[in-house]
């Protein structure tokens, strides 16, 4: 299977992939690139250091890890859940040349929530 | 055309229907798994019962149902159509010997916002 | 390439794409419909004008255009990265007899958060 394995380093980062992504395409097609994870995301973006810090700061405001969840009876993660289900696992890509078609500033990136850990991404053809 | 009806029986709940949509796959391939709805999402995440009552809560705190909405003066459900714009209609999902390809604690999930009512889940091959 | 090109008239506003896309559509098969950009989004869901208001008015409460952003040292619109992040840059829609086969009230939306600008959104078959 086409897939990539990345070791997170923190509880919350993001990462970008796209170059990771590329290798793992044929010529042209349509890519579907998604992780089998549920407390992780696939998202495409701009990849400029101070967004990727801006998108985690502001899903913390939105789904604070100090609230209350009934899960974290459980395991204490609850929020990277709903953080993952707010942004989705997966993204459908067109590639042509052997190069993914993302616009000028999309960049395919990996959202971990709850790091650090070994994580998967899986690309398939469509 | 390959669906599940489900009947929803609060105003907001979450089904797991993993075993329906297994049963109209065919052996080996890539699903599109979509509600035509605009108050209803198709997310893939855990099935924990006190984490789907959490993703609730947590979309409850994001979105009020007890604000001032304009659509409310149409059809008192603004809520659950921004809700369902945040979660998505739909995923994608490989599957292989007749299983969804899901990692270990990923499970199509069905998010009711606007029940209780009938409801149609399709599941295309891509 | 099959695409639309849009000329957005304000900072954020929601436009009904619909009849466009299926200008773009052949007799029947599944469409990505998506937008290369990382500061707008395509969805699906109702057209009506109050519920457009609501869900960019929900949106700017969940993520505030004068809160502090470390990216809008660099470009001012943070906010406008990040709402696109949370709806995504695509839907995937069957489509039979040249028609998008959408639920009664759906319709492909195309969400600008960083107008006035030209866009594009791309319709590829998968």
Chains 1, 2, 3 share one sequence.
Do not use: C
């Amino acid at each position: 299977m086409n897939q990539i394995e990345l070791k997170t380093r923190k509880r919350e980062e993001i990462l970008d992939i796209t170059s990771e992504v590329e290798k793992l395409i044929g010529e042209s097609g349509i890519a579907l690139i998604y992780t089998p994870h549920t407390t992780a995301s696939v998202i495409l973006n701009e990849a400029e250091s101070g967004l990727l810090q801006d998108i985690l700061s502001a899903l913390e405001r939105i789904v604070p890890y100090n609230a209350q969840y009934r899960h974290n009876d459980i395991d204490n993660n609850a929020t990277a859940h709903i953080k993952a289900s707010l942004l989705g696992n997966a993204v459908v890509v067109p590639f042509e040349n052997g190069k993914l078609q993302l616009g000028t500033w999309q960049r395919v990136l990996f959202v971990e929530f709850d790091g650090p850990r070994t994580r998967r991404v899986v690309v398939k053809e469509l």
